[in-house]
C-alpha cells in the first residue's frame, strides 16, 4: 500500500537557521499538508498547498514558513530562520482527487536549540 | 470558530471491558468528522469517518448533530487497542482540526 514518507525523520538545529522538511505524498494525490504538534499539544494545521499554490494558512504560518513542490514528486516545508517555539513534530498529509481521506507521513521531529 | 474537545487525557479499562472515547466539536457549517489513531512509535492513521458509517476493528461512533458529539464506542476492548486516538473535523477547505487526543490503555 502506497504511503506518505518523510524526512528526515529526526533534525537537530540552532536557532536562527534554516530547516528544510521533506514529504513525499502518495503519487496520485493532489491536495497537501503540513501539520505540526508541539509536544504536550494538540496537532495544529499550518498550510495546505493545491495545484502548485497555497490554498489555505493557519496563523502560524507566518512569513518565516514556505511550502514548495519543487519537482512534482516533493513536497517541502521551509522554516527560514527558526526559533526555539518551532520545535514540534511535523507532519505531511495528502488526499487524493475525491477528497476524502487524508494519508499521513510518520513526521519529522525537529528541535531547536 | 471550528474546535474539537476530548475531554479526557487517559482511559484505563480492562480488557473486554466496553469503552467509549468522547469527542465534541463546535462548527458552524456542515463538519465531516473523523478518529484518527496512533499506534505506538507508527503515524496516524483513519479509523473511521462519520459518512461512511462502518465499524472499524469493532470500533463504532455515531455523529449526533444535537449533542455536537462523536464519541467512538468499543463493546469489548482488547490489548491491542491501546493507543492514542484523536478527533477531528474537517470544514470547508479540507483542513483537519484536532481534539487534543485521549490515550486509550487497556489492561489485562
Known amino acids: 500500500e502506497p504511503e506518505v514518507t518523510q524526512t528526515p525523520s529526526h533534525q537537530v538545529t540552532q536557532m536562527g537557521q534554516e530547516v528544510i522538511l521533506r514529504c513525499v505524498p502518495i503519487?496520485?494525490?493532489?491536495?497537501f499538508y503540513w501539520y505540526r504538534q508541539i509536544l504536550g499539544q494538540k496537532v495544529e494545521f499550518l498550510v495546505s498547498?493545491?495545484?502548485?499554490?497555497?490554498?489555505?494558512k493557519s496563523e502560524i504560518f507566518d512569513d518565516q514558513f514556505s511550502v514548495e513542490r519543487p519537482d512534482g514528486s516533493n513536497f517541502t516545508l521551509k522554516i527560514r530562520s527558526t526559533k526555539l517555539e518551532d520545535s514540534a513534530m511535523y507532519f505531511c498529509?495528502?488526499?487524493?482527487?475525491?477528497?476524502?481521506?487524508?494519508?499521513f507521513g510518520p513526521g519529522t521531529r525537529l528541535l531547536v536549540l | 470558530a471550528q474546535r474539537v474537545t476530548q475531554p479526557e487525557k487517559l482511559l484505563s479499562v480492562f480488557k473486554g471491558a466496553p469503552v467509549e472515547l468522547k469527542c465534541n466539536y463546535s462548527?458552524?457549517?456542515?463538519?465531516?468528522l473523523f478518529w484518527y489513531v496512533q499506534y505506538s512509535r507508527q503515524r496516524l492513521q483513519l479509523l473511521l469517518r462519520?459518512?461512511s458509517r462502518e465499524s472499524i476493528k469493532g470500533f463504532t461512533a455515531d455523529l449526533n448533530k444535537g449533542e455536537t458529539s462523536f464519541h467512538l464506542k468499543k463493546p469489548f476492548a482488547q490489548e491491542e487497542d491501546s493507543a492514542m486516538y484523536y478527533c477531528?473535523?474537517?470544514?470547508?477547505?479540507?483542513?483537519?482540526?484536532f481534539g487534543a487526543g485521549t490515550i486509550l490503555r487497556v489492561k489485562s
Open positions: 477531528a473535523l474537517s470544514g470547508r477547505g479540507n483542513k483537519l482540526v
Open positions: 503519487s496520485n494525490h493532489l491536495y
Open positions: 498547498f493545491y495545484n502548485n499554490e497555497i490554498s489555505e
Open positions: 462519520h459518512i
Open positions: 498529509a495528502s488526499v487524493g482527487g475525491g477528497r476524502e481521506t487524508q494519508y
Open positions: 462548527y458552524s457549517g456542515s463538519p465531516e
